[in-house]
Structures are given as structure tokens and as C-alpha cells.
T-cell receptor, first 117, second 112 residues
Framework: DSGVTQTPKHLITATGQRVTLRCSPRSGDLSVYWYQQSLDQGLQFLIQYYNGEERAKGNILERFSAQQFPDLHSELNLSSLELGDSALYFC???WGTGLSFSTDTQYFGPGTRLTVL | DAKTTQPNSMESNEEEPVHLPCNHSTISGTDYIHWYRQLPSQGPEYVIHGLTSNVNNRMASLAIAEDRKSSTLILHRATLRDAAVYYCILREITSNTGKLIFGQGTTLQVKP
């Protein structure tokens, strides 16, 4: 158990819909990361938040957005869903100094499996 | 981000050592070498990291070539639970973002 929790575990929805994925980081961790894992693209970094502020963006679609709340939990919002958005979405957290993350260990949650029909 | 190259798959027998190679010929002097693994149906987990010297921890050892253009993750006695995808990732020392850039990784099969 990494200490990172994600809800829900599974989500089945229809094209065009909007969903929210939730992540609670390990106690004390300030950084939250979102990753997408699909069969054809592998594991891809989407976005990082550090202490409530966006720190880095990866290949995140404009239809997707995220935020980190004052209690440090994070939500990933996916809207206008398409079939190709079906994937595993992982959240990870790390302590992070805010200055350098080069030796920072990330702890991953169990993921949310999103199926878009 | 500097690129890493790993074999797509490797096989090992249970209780034997496993050497998982990673090439990173364009590595810069400020890149740390990290290894993560992903067990079936789980999120990735941290294994080990190093900069220049060889490193050991309870999970594995990391051997880094003198020119740092390659490294090897060593599992001293493979168990069935070590069957996973292993990712070699470079992270810049001055990076102000913690993002991990995953490649295809090496799928390790462990035979009983």
C-alpha cells in the first residue's frame, strides 16, 4: 500500500460525458501528479501540482483539467469524453522540496480505470 | 529529456540473478538514473536511483558504467513477484518538476 488513494476504482461512462477522478496523496506530500496509461501510448505524464499550484504540464488535452485543493487532495476532470480517453489514470504523490525533484520518490495510487462507451 | 533504451522483454528463472540493462548514451552530467517497476494491475513503484556510484537497497542494486552511458538494474534472486515491467528513467538534477517520462520499459518474466 503506497498511501495514495484514488477513487473511484472503475468508471464506465458514455461519449460526450464528463467525469471527475479524485486522488488523496500520502500524508505530508505536497506534490501530486497525474498520468494516463493506455495500450497504445504507454504511461504518459499529464500534469503536476505542487502545494496547490500547477508546476508542470505534459500531454494533457484541453478537455482535461486538474486542480489541487488546500487539503492537498487533487481532482482530474475529463470532459467531452471520447472513446480514445479510455485508459488507466494514475495519481502519484511526492514530498518535493519545490526546488529540485531530481531524487524525489513518487508513490503511485492503484489507478482509476475509465471506460468510455 | 535524455532518452533511454531498454530491451522489450527478458526472461529469468526463479531464484537466479537478473541483470536488466539500460542504455542512455546522451545522458548529461546532471541526470540521475531512476528505476521504477509496474507489477501487473498495479501502479508503478520506485525501485532505486543513482548518479555516479553503484547503489544498493533492499530491493535491488544499480550498477552504473564509468562513462554513465549505461546502467544495469540487478535483482539478486528473482522471485515470481518480480515479474513486472521495469522502467529506466533519467531525471535532471536541476529539474524543478518531478515529472517522470516513461519509455516502453522491459517486461520481465520469471519462470518457476
Amino acid at each position: 500500500d503506497s498511501g495514495v488513494t484514488q477513487t473511484p476504482k472503475h468508471l464506465i461512462t458514455a461519449t460526450g460525458q464528463r467525469v471527475t477522478l479524485r486522488c488523496s496523496p500520502r500524508s505530508g506530500d505536497l506534490s501530486v501528479y497525474w498520468y494516463q496509461q493506455s495500450l497504445d501510448q504507454g504511461l504518459q505524464f499529464l500534469i503536476q501540482y505542487y502545494n496547490g499550484e500547477e508546476r508542470a504540464k505534459g500531454n494533457i488535452l484541453e478537455r482535461f483539467s486538474a486542480q489541487q485543493f488546500p487539503d492537498l487532495h487533487s481532482e482530474l476532470n475529463l470532459s467531452s469524453l471520447e472513446l480514445g480517453d479510455s485508459a488507466l489514470y494514475f495519481c502519484a504523490s511526492s514530498w518535493g522540496t519545490g526546488l529540485s525533484f531530481s531524487t524525489d520518490t513518487q508513490y503511485f495510487g492503484p489507478g482509476t480505470r475509465l471506460t468510455v462507451l | 529529456d535524455a532518452k533511454t533504451t531498454q530491451p522489450n522483454s527478458m526472461e529469468s528463472n526463479e531464484e537466479e540473478p537478473v541483470h536488466l540493462p539500460c542504455n542512455h548514451s546522451t545522458i548529461s552530467g546532471t541526470d540521475y538514473i531512476h528505476w521504477y517497476r509496474q507489477l501487473p494491475s498495479q501502479g508503478p513503484e520506485y525501485v532505486i536511483h543513482g548518479l555516479t556510484s553503484n547503489v544498493n537497497n533492499r530491493m535491488a542494486s544499480l550498477a552504473i558504467a564509468e562513462d554513465r552511458k549505461s546502467s544495469t538494474l540487478i535483482l539478486h534472486r528473482a522471485t515470481l513477484r518480480d515479474a513486472a515491467v521495469y522502467y529506466c528513467i533519467l531525471r535532471e538534477i536541476t529539474s524543478n518538476t518531478g515529472k517522470l517520462i516513461f519509455g516502453q520499459g522491459t517486461t520481465l518474466q520469471v519462470k518457476p
